[in-house]
């Protein structure tokens, strides 16, 4: 429908033709409902379902309402740069992140049922998660300027400062991974609601303040918001799985040093090399790989929690396997 020209309207009917197609493919696997019907033990489970739609919507208020208040507030412009950025940082983390993130709750949900504590496994979950998408989100804020410009062109460069405070606060939402799913696990909807609600609030209050100074401001405000997001889920969180927060910080202390040597190779590449406005994809890359290289290389040094889960995810990929066996062996 893209090729035919219908723009905009192809992903919308795309998307209907997608829910459509699930119907009857499962009304193809069951084609008869559960006969007799029966209602009993409804009540759980449209009390659930209720709660659940609820929290649900105010995350989606809390997401979506950027578009509808910087198009109110300033103008569709605005609206379209500040969208590309948010995109780019959501389909980085994602691509980083989103295939593992479905697995957590089966796997706390086991831990739960044996009795054993919850802290120990969010420590690892943790360290997973800051020890690899701190580096890539601080890499993506950094090379935000020449990365826009080789995949969107000159008339995109707008979207490079608001790319890099995005990311940047994406640092401080990932800190404090799974705030939804392990109250829900737990049995603590009701006061997730409470503290839902009240994100919600303090993010769309935030981003209408920061558009008082324009644009940039809007972006600014999502740094402002993502402090006071730790401040309020950090208790929270920690009151449901009692983990160790001395060990948490020596996490975050790890990962925050293999970030630095993450973004240390491009750093001194705008300082003594190449300014950002003349960087070229071939040294991004070159830059981008020997960061890598050096990040591996400081989770080794510091013995970073997450290592032997990497190393272990690493020895799983057969073009990569030799390599990881090996660093195992030496560690």
């Known amino acids: 429908m893209a090729a035919a020209g219908e723009s905009s309207f192809a992903l919308a009917w795309a998307t209907v033709a997608s829910a459509a197609s699930r119907g009857i493919i499962a009304q193809f696997l069951r084609p008869a409902l559960p006969w007799p019907l029966r209602v009993d033990g409804a009540r759980p489970v449209l009390s659930f379902g209720a709660r659940s739609s609820v929290l649900y919507l105010t995350g989606a208020l809390g997401t979506r309402s950027p578009d509808l208040i910087l198009g109110k507030l300033l103008n569709l412009a605005a609206v379209g740069f500040y969208s590309r950025a948010a995109s780019l940082s959501d389909q980085f983390r994602t691509l980083i992140s989103g295939a593992i993130g479905s697995v957590f709750f089966p796997a706390f949900a086991r831990i739960r049922d044996r009795g054993e504590p919850l802290g120990p496994a969010y420590l690892r979950v943790c360290a997973g998660?800051?020890?690899?998408?701190?580096?890539?989100?601080?890499g993506?804020?950094?090379?935000?300027?020449?990365?826009?410009?080789?995949?969107?062109?000159?008339?995109?460069?707008?979207t490079a400062p608001l790319l890099t405070m995005i990311s940047l606060t994406e640092?401080?939402?990932?800190?404090?991974?799974?705030?939804?799913?392990?109250?829900?696990?737990?049995?603590?909807?009701?006061?997730?609601?409470?503290?839902?609600?009240?994100?919600?609030?303090?993010?769309?209050?935030?981003?209408?303040?920061?558009?008082?100074?324009?644009?940039?401001?809007?972006?600014?405000?999502?740094?402002?918001?993502?402090?006071?997001?730790?401040?309020?889920y950090a208790?929270?969180?920690?009151?449901?799985?009692?983990?160790?927060v001395r060990a948490l910080l020596h996490i975050y202390a790890?990962?925050?040093?293999?970030?630095?040597?993450?973004?240390?190779?491009?750093?001194?590449?705008?300082?003594?090399?190449?300014?950002?406005?003349?960087l070229g994809f071939a040294l991004l890359l070159a830059t981008t790989i020997a960061g890598v290289a050096a990040w591996l290389a400081t989770l080794f040094l510091l013995r970073h929690p997450?290592?032997?889960d990497l190393l272990g995810l690493a020895s799983s990929l057969?073009?990569?396997?030799?390599?990881?066996n090996r660093l195992q062996a030496a560690r």
């Open 254 to 278: 790890r990962s925050a040093a293999a970030t630095l040597a993450a973004i240390a190779p491009l750093t001194l590449c705008y300082l003594f090399w190449t300014p950002p406005a003349q």
């Open 318 to 324: 057969p073009f990569a396997r030799t390599v990881a």
């Open 171 to 232: 640092i401080m939402l990932i800190a404090l991974p799974l705030v939804s799913d392990l109250p829900i696990l737990l049995g603590r909807l009701n006061r997730l609601l409470a503290f839902n609600i009240a994100d919600t609030v303090l993010s769309i209050a935030l981003l209408a303040f920061g558009c008082l100074w324009g644009l940039e401001g809007a972006a600014a405000s999502r740094l402002v918001y993502g402090t006071l997001w730790l401040g309020l």
């Open 129 to 138: 998660y800051s020890a690899v998408i701190w580096p890539g989100m601080a």
């Open 235 to 244: 208790r929270f969180i920690h009151g449901l799985v009692r983990f160790d």
């Open 140 to 158: 993506l804020a950094l090379a935000a300027d020449p990365l826009v410009r080789i995949l969107y062109g000159e008339a995109w460069m707008r």
């Open 306 to 308: 997450a290592l032997d």
